[in-house]
């Protein structure tokens, strides 16, 4: 093939999956401007590695992949950059709390109890627990957060939130 029948063949990928690809990539980050870079992106990687030898149909879903995949990476890199080891840390890098919170109980004992537990618990339990109760984000996010599948995530929160209550539990009947 040569070389301007390559390109040509790019350029028709690209406008037949652009609007495709921006729209999945936008339901998955909610933010404009974040979507079209990441869709930038998301072609640059194709113009890298694809094998327009290809036929349409699997260059579509190798599109899709890659989209995935950048998502993921995406939200890897965003929320890893947020600590998770302690409360100040989340503060610290911009997380503002429960939105309902009670500004009354902003710093009392509840929130050290939280910390404590969130510390006592293993490091993948503390990450679930964070990324869905104090970050907000939904078990779609988590997941891809986390590169475990949404059923993984719901399983993990579960035990996650079971070990929490357990450690609740004991440090209670410590301090009778």
Known sequence: MTMRAEVQQLEQLYQEHLDRIYHFVYSHVRNQEVAEDLTSQIFLKAVRSLDLEQSAHSGSAWLFR?????????????YCRVATHSLEELVEAGWEGPSDADPLLVGNRAAERVEDILQALPERDRE???????????VRQTALNMGMTETNVRVMQYRALRRAANLESVRAREAH
């Open 128 to 138: 679930v627990l964070i990324c869905r109760f104090l970050l907000h984000l939904s």
């Open 66 to 78: 890659v989209a995935h995949t950048t998502i993921a990476d995406y939200w890897r890199a965003h």
